[in-house]
């Protein structure tokens, strides 16, 4: 049915190749549809769905990183802040203790000057209880060393 060619000591029959060409091709053809196709797009897929989980973690960790960095400002922040009230409260602390040794030195010194003054009365009452008293022991120990009694 078909006559052969011999090249090179090999029998080609071109009527079946061109069948065997097309055979060829429809397989080629069918295998692309059934098979080839759908792995590139399976293949496509899971690359586009690499790429967008990639671009999600970069922008997450992006993310990450300016939450990072506010928690870190606000933390500066809140530390500043911190050590301010603190100097704030240490220097209350100093005013009230100073102002509190003030009062206290004050009221010694009211105590004291009412001490002084108590003595000092004190001492005018028993200077004068004394000298009234002198008199009196004055005669008696003249009375004593004379033996005697003394009439004013």
């Given at each position: 049915?078909?006559?052969?060619?011999?090249?090179?000591?090999?029998?080609?029959?071109?009527?079946?190749?061109?069948?065997?060409?097309?055979?060829?091709?429809l397989?080629?053809?069918?295998?692309?549809?059934?098979?080839?196709?759908?792995i590139?797009?399976?293949l496509?897929?899971?690359?586009e769905?690499?790429?967008?989980?990639l671009?999600?973690?970069d922008g997450t960790?992006?993310?990450?990183?300016?939450?990072?960095?506010?928690?870190n400002e606000?933390f500066?922040?809140?530390?500043?802040?911190a050590?301010?009230l603190?100097?704030?409260?240490?220097l209350?602390?100093?005013?009230k203790?100073?102002a509190?040794?003030?009062?206290a030195?004050?009221?010694?010194q009211?105590f004291l000057?009412?001490?002084r003054?108590n003595?000092?009365?004190?001492?005018?009452?028993?200077?004068?209880?004394?000298?009234?008293?002198?008199?009196?022991?004055?005669?008696?120990?003249?009375?004593?060393?004379?033996?005697?009694?003394?009439?004013?």
């Amino acid at each position: 049915m078909f006559s052969s060619i011999n090249i090179i000591g090999i029998e080609i029959v071109p009527g079946l190749l061109i069948v065997q060409g097309v055979i060829f091709l429809l397989v080629l053809w069918f295998l692309n549809k059934v098979l080839f196709k759908p792995i590139l797009k399976i293949l496509h897929g899971r690359e586009e769905k690499i790429e967008g989980s990639l671009s999600e973690a970069d922008g997450t960790e992006k993310k990450a990183e300016e939450t990072l960095e506010q928690y870190n400002e606000k933390f500066r922040q809140a530390r500043k802040e911190a050590l301010e009230l603190k100097r704030k409260l240490i220097l209350e602390g100093t005013e009230k203790k100073e102002a509190a040794i003030d009062k206290a030195k004050k009221e010694a010194q009211g105590f004291l000057e009412e001490m002084r003054k108590n003595i000092a009365e004190e001492a005018k009452q028993t200077k004068k209880v004394l000298h009234q008293q002198v008199d009196s022991i004055g005669q008696i120990m003249a009375q004593k060393a004379l033996g005697r009694s003394i009439e004013k």
